[in-house]
Structure formats: structure tokens, C-alpha cells
């Protein structure tokens, strides 16, 4: 899938700024959304959301090293140093209200940049929390995928059907594809559940309704996290149901975030499918 063009803070050369992709800049947005993707996703995963999201909505895509203009990085191989890095990434554009939005591995990601944001920029306007086909961090969701042969891994990751299977096929792709796989998947499998303060904000969970990966009470835990209101929204699909449901999925969050009332972007009828160039994650 081809990104469409993307920028960064204005004027700025701070190294942080590698982190985020701004596909539809806003100059006066009523929100900010961050988006973080899926183990061996990328920034272009959300670039649906900034043609389905009103024009009021500045939608900033998270990028991790180690893939798509970032691929001669190195990779970085923990949730929490991925979150030192975005919510570095984060400070120039915190000066309007913010939501996170994290899809599987980024949902991690997305709860503990939330945490961090809160202790460390507590003037920071979070206004909400989606969290998206992955448990609570509180419930043990361990997985040793960052440890198969490159053959089983590919066999995984056809069974989660979040990748186009030509690219499944593709070996010169998986020979570039797989080494970011199992990276954010070690990531995921080492990451620790620290007990803290419960977030203010609202946290809206979404889940596939036939993704085997969130059990109901996986995705009820989630629950516990928040002195805020938590919602739940279940979409027809399995572990990768944005592919399909980007759309709803969007009104989901437009309702939640109070901007229901508002045109979405013109373009929204040319919108790209959910990125299927990266291969996915659990």
C-alpha cells in the first residue's frame, strides 16, 4: 500500500519527530488522535482513519524503526522503550486535547504512553482511551511466537488472516517483513504488568467478535483501569476486524469523543483499505 504524503512538526528537526506521521494536517484541530499499530504494523495502518474521522480530527500515526521509511533503523524490542520514545514524540503536540487509539501490541503501548503522559505532562489534555483487540494488561496474555521458525510464524500469521496472502507467498517481502514480526512480538511477550494509579479518562474498548485472542473477560478487565467511564464495542470479524470495519469503527469514535456532529473528510469515499502490506501480529 502506498502512504499518502506525510508530515511532521513544523519547522522542527527534532529526532522525535520520526515517530509520527501527520497524513491530513489540521491547522486548528478540536482533537488530536495517535494512532499505534499492531506488532509489524506501520503508520500507514491509519491512514483510512484521517479520510473517516471530521475535519476537525487530526489523526498523528505512530511509526516504529524498523519498517516501511524507517526500515534501516534499529528495531526497538520493548513496550517501555517504545513508550519513552512516543511520549517524547508527543510533546509538541499536546497542546490540544489528545486521544489514543492502539490496535493489539499498540493497545499496550497506547495504555502505558496514557500512564506515562499522566505522571510526567499531567497538564496534557487526555481526553480518551481506545484500546483495540487486546486484553487488559492485567490479565496474563503471554506468547512465545517471537520464538517459531520462520516457516510456523508464517503459518501463524495465516491463521490471524490480517495479510494479504500474497504476501504471505512473497518471500523476498517476509525476508524483509519478519524480522519487525518478531521483534514487536518479543516486545509483547516481555512486557510486565506494573500496578499504578488508575487513568481519569475514558476508555473505549473494541474487539472482534470472533477474535479468539480477547475472550469477554479479557477485554472486561479493562474495566479496573480507569476512574472514567468505560465503554465496549464488539464489530462482525476476527483479530484483524478494522480491515473491514474501519469505517464504524471511526463513528465509534466520533460518538466517544463527542465530534459525532461533523463531516467526515471529503475524501472519504476514495478511503484505502486497512493497511495489508504489513504482516500482522496476535
Known amino acids: 500500500m502506498n502512504e499518502g504524503p506525510a508530515t511532521t512538526a513544523p519547522g522542527s528537526t527534532n529526532a522525535g519527530d520520526l515517530w509520527l506521521r501527520r497524513y491530513r494536517p489540521v491547522a486548528d484541530p478540536a482533537l488530536r488522535l495517535v494512532c499505534l499499530p499492531h506488532a509489524g504494523g506501520s503508520a500507514s495502518a491509519f491512514l483510512p482513519f484521517t479520510c473517516l474521522l471530521p475535519d476537525r480530527v ?18 526497538v524490542d520493548s513496550v517501555d522503550a517504545l513508550v519513552t520514545h512516543v511520549a517524547g514524540a508527543l510533546g509538541p503536540w499536546l497542546d490540544r486535547p489528545v486521544a489514543l487509539f492502539g490496535h493489539s501490541l499498540g493497545s499496550l503501548v497506547a495504555f502505558e504512553t496514557a500512564r506515562r503522559l499522566a505522571e510526567q505532562a499531567p497538564e496534557s489534555r487526555l481526553a ?23 516457516d510456523r510464524l508464517v503459518a501463524k500469521l495465516a491463521e490471524l488472516q490480517g495479510t494479504d496472502p500474497r504476501v504471505l507467498a512473497d518471500e523476498e517481502v517476509l525476508r524483509m517483513a519478519l524480522p519487525a514480526i518478531r521483534n514487536d512480538y518479543r516486545a509483547a511477550a516481555t512486557y510486565t504488568w506494573r500496578p499504578g494509579a488508575p487513568l481519569a479518562c475514558p476508555i473505549t474498548v473494541l474487539t472482534g467478535s470472533a477474535d ?28 484483524f476486524y478494522l480491515t473491514e470495519q474501519a469505517e464504524a469503527v471511526c463513528r465509534t469514535i466520533r460518538t466517544a469523543t463527542g465530534l459525532a456532529v461533523g463531516r467526515p473528510h471529503p475524501s472519504s469515499s ?13
Open 58 to 75: 487530526e489523526v498523528l500515526a505512530v511509526q516504529y524503526p524498523g519498517r516501511q521509511d524507517r526500515r534501516l533503523e534499529p528495531f
Open 128 to 150: 480518551h482511551l481506545f484500546v483495540s483487540g487486546r486484553v487488559a494488561p492485567t490479565v496474563a496474555h503471554r506468547t512465545t511466537a517471537h520464538l517459531l521458525s520462520d
Open 212 to 239: 479468539p485472542h480477547v475472550p469477554t473477560d479479557g477485554a472486561l478487565a479493562w474495566h479496573g483501569l480507569t476512574t472514567g467511564e468505560t465503554a465496549f464495542r464488539s464489530f462482525p470479524g476476527g483479530h
Open 270 to 282: 476514495a478511503a484505502a483499505p486497512y493497511d495489508r502490506e504489513s504482516v500482522h501480529d496476535v
